[in-house]
């Protein structure tokens, strides 16, 4: 297995994916909901996320190719929504994956109304277009079965991970202070910012080779 892309791959998915920075949306969008009902909803939410994420994982590329945008290409555009993500987590600012204020509002009212584990748990708080850009641009990095395996394993422990804060949501939330979740985000930022930077590095030296030398 690809040791290097394991490592580099579950770094980029916790940091996009954070179940502590989810957390607080979570307890939110669920808090008239009973134990057992909030736990399915976890259930769900870890199963979508999954069945997404290995769905854009395999046709990523092919998605790519079709509309004519090189792996490389992605790795810059992707970088740069990236980094616009993180800086929002370092200013403490809203990211992508929470959505306008009118979105937001929706997402209250579907939580009032009906079941909320695909939207707006899953899309777009958890597979949102950071980690839909993430995905595809580590996907297009592996290579072979050791490389996919990386990726693929990377994504499957960072959403069990992300299936165990949920399920102790209600005991998680009770002992995760403010100034803790503030601390995370603005690390996971730091993170996040650092792959971005080297998404648009590398993207640039697959298009220019001069910036090989």
């Known amino acids: 297995m690809d040791t290097a892309l394991l490592v580099k791959a579950f770094g980029g998915f916790f940091a996009i994916m954070n179940p502590f920075v989810a957390l607080p949306m979570f307890l939110t969008l669920t808090a008239g909901y009973d134990l057992k009902r909030q736990r399915t909803t976890a259930l769900r939410v870890a199963l979508y996320s999954t069945v997404m994420g290995l769905v854009i994982m395999v046709s990523g590329t092919a998605i790519l190719t079709f509309f004519g945008v090189g792996v490389n290409d992605f790795r810059v555009a992707g970088g740069i929504v990236l980094m616009s993500i993180a800086l929002g987590m370092l200013h403490g600012g809203s990211s992508s994956h929470t959505g306008t204020k009118s979105e937001q509002a929706q997402q209250s009212k579907q939580a009032a109304e009906s079941d909320v584990s695909f939207y707006p748990l899953t899309f777009p708080m958890i597979l949102g277009p950071g980690t839909i850009t993430t995905i595809i641009v580590f996907a297009g990095q592996a290579q072979g079965v050791s490389g996919n395996l990386a990726v693929v394993l990377s994504l499957l422990v960072v959403i069990a ?17 403010e100034t803790l979740r503030v601390m995370m985000t603005r690390l996971m930022g730091m993170i996040l910012a650092a792959i971005a930077v080297q998404m648009v590095l590398a993207g640039l030296m697959g298009l220019i080779p001069a910036l090989r030398r």
């Open 161 to 177: 991970l992300l299936l165990l804060v949920l399920w102790f949501a209600p005991k998680i939330g009770r002992h995760l202070s």
